[in-house]
């Protein structure tokens, strides 16, 4: 856990402006260019490696994503915070999962400092997502075009459609009703779990190729952290229930020739969480399974030369036929350092960790 804490500080996945690049591409030796959403992702981050360690440096770097976010990202003109600074080839964009992604974000900062800047920002992008994005039912088109905010045409892929791992970024509105106390933001939230719960049915496989597959399996894990909220509620107990033991399946069926970390480290958080609540007794062999697996994602230098700071600690995004993919992520980083933390914290009897925490 401390090498991939060192990963964030040291790697350069962070820039001087405070934003996180959406990953590092090994084989060419450079990041990509700042994305909003792993901003947020990051602040979650670092603010989870200051509960662990209470080392000011990790609240500090928390504190400049956020500042990113609420001071260059947001554009007031807008009312919103678009998906990269710079416009892409179809336009400048808007995302709902990333809205919600930076309000769990910007909250996560907040309690860690409380100021008020981060939650009046996450009130504001929230406000956003409520407006601009809602297609009644509970439903929520996934991507609009700014400055119109007019939706974008929806295709065959997951991140492109509506669906049930919408939910998690709606658990961005339950989280500012928890933190306001004001009720109506329960509302959306409650639309969108009714949403999500009569669409996950289909979700997978959802795909003929077994890769796009495993894809999925990431988002429908989105799906499974998005119903934590209402654990023990029983249509949601019974839905992580059924929903962990379906994606365990996919997972080690399709693991020979294509395995994400990010999926992994999602599945061992879910078990733990759901555990916690009361909703579905963990699975020890499962999780063992699960955790070692996740472990060998991680970079981790062999002493025959200096270890390189832009790889050491973090964990690879994934493998195909057995081969390392050449990509350094940051939300594979998070979510697999989370994941260990927490499967090292339960084996040691330790009490649940906050919800709030989960990146």
């Known amino acids: 856990m401390s090498r991939a804490g060192q990963w964030f500080l040291q790697s350069g996945i962070q820039e001087e402006s405070g934003g996180v690049a959406r990953y590092y591409l090994a084989d060419v030796q450079r990041n990509k260019p700042v994305s909003t959403e792993i901003t947020g992702y990051a602040a979650s981050t670092f603010v989870y490696l200051h509960s662990l360690t209470r080392d000011g440096v990790y609240l500090e770097r928390a504190v400049r994503a956020a500042r990113f976010l609420t001071r260059t990202a947001w554009r007031a003109d807008l009312a919103a915070i678009p998906f990269e600074i710079e416009p892409t080839h179809e336009g400048l964009l808007v995302y709902f999962f990333d809205a919600g992604i930076i309000v769990r ?158 999926v992994y480290a999602q599945l061992l958080r879910v078990r733990l969480y759901a555990d916690w609540e009361g909703a579905v007794p963990l699975d020890l062999p499962a999780a063992e399974f699960e955790a070692a697996r996740l472990r060998g994602f991680q970079h981790v230098c062999d002493g025959s030369r200096p270890p390189d700071p832009r790889l050491e600690g973090g964990f690879t995004f994934g493998r195909k036929g057995g081969e390392c993919l050449p990509f350094l992520n940051p939300v594979s980083t998070g979510f697999a350092l989370q994941a260990l933390a927490l499967w090292e914290q339960a084996r040691a009897g330790g009490g649940q960790a906050h919800r709030h925490l989960l990146i």
């Not at 504001?124 to 045409?153: N, T, Y």
């Not at 009720?183 to 969108?192: G, L, S």
Request: net charge negative.
């Open 105 to 262: 974000g910007l909250l996560a900062v907040w309690r860690g400092t409380g100021d008020d800047e981060f939650l009046r920002g996450a009130q504001a992008v929230g406000r956003s997502m409520m407006d601009d994005f809602a297609a009644g039912g509970g439903e929520h088109h996934p991507i609009l075009r700014l400055p119109e905010k007019q939706p974008l045409a929806r295709d065959e892929r997951w991140s492109r459609s509506p669906g049930c791992y919408q939910l998690k970024s709606a658990m961005a509105w339950h989280d500012l009703a928890e933190a306001t106390g004001e009720a109506a933001w329960r509302c959306p939230y409650d639309a969108a779990l009714e949403f999500a719960l009569a669409g996950s049915g289909a979700f997978l496989p959802g795909h003929p190729d077994r890769h796009k597959v495993m894809d999925r399996l990431h988002a429908y894990l989105y799906f499974l952290e998005g119903l934590l909220p209402r654990a023990r509620d029983p249509r949601c107990a019974a839905a992580l229930d059924a929903g962990i033991r379906r994606a365990a399946g996919y997972l080690r069926d399709i693991t020979p020739e294509f395995e994400r970390s990010d």
